[in-house]
């Protein structure tokens, strides 16, 4: 069921004001999930100093915190998969009817269709995600505060460093995912023609476009990936250098430095997906290219 009639603009600001209490419960549970999951590296240290101890009292705890994940995590996923192919099926005919309006040719509808289903796909795969990474990034960061200042302080150092690069580059990704959408309007009608070399031809520049976002990619991990190794190997020895005589203490601040690297590793994706939702916006709405 519809909540509001449809926004004259897609974006994800109007696709939650549309269908913001379905969206706002999968939410919900996604916070449930992140926060449980925080607290695993926590729970393994205490179950290993428990059962060094020779009680069980920790494991019990472990098992049920990974049996409320389990719980909440399945649920969600359950949930989303419905509430989200419903949004899809509702704002895919009208982006079509919206075009056919415009009089647009039959391979921008169907190339904008198309990318129009990526803004559902953010909400439903990436967004959940991207919520799990920064509430695992803050909470990480602050039980590594409080387990080591020296550590945490590293993993501030590499999280700016991290954003700087990638700010540094944000033009550039928009560039060439606005490159690549170009391109990909134009397929319906290549493929309707006979020419065999500007068949060929399109899907090369296809590919050259997917190899150029690629490397961006790849040299903006490389980058980030060394600043993080200097923090994991600094951890370590900053770790056992303080004195912490618990295994368990050990085991977790090295988890949660570990949980830092995932997560921070993953956040400049979403970051990028969505600069790539900015530019599909603008090419629905029809506005220049930046």
Known sequence: ???????????????????????????????GEAALL???PLFMGIAIDDYLAGTYRGLLGLSTVAFLVLAVGAGRRFYDTRIYSRIYAIISPELVEKEKQRDASVSVISARASLATEFVEYLENYFPEMINSFIGLFGTLVIIAFLNLNVFLACLAATALIIILYGLTSKKTYRLNSGYNSELEKQVEVLSGDDRPG????????????????????????LSWLFLMGVLVYAIVATIESGITSHGQVLAILMYVFNYIETIVAIPFFYQQFVRLREISHRLEGEAQE
């Open 199 to 222: 068949i060929a031809a399109h899907f090369k520049r296809v590919a050259n476009w997917n190899i150029r976002l690629s490397d961006l990619e790849t040299a903006n991990f490389s």
């Open 1 to 31: 069921m519809v909540v509001q009639q449809s926004s004259d603009k897609l974006t994800l600001r109007s696709l939650f004001q549309r269908f913001r209490i379905k969206i706002l419960f999968t939410w919900f549970l996604v916070l």
């Open 38 to 40: 925080l607290l695993f």
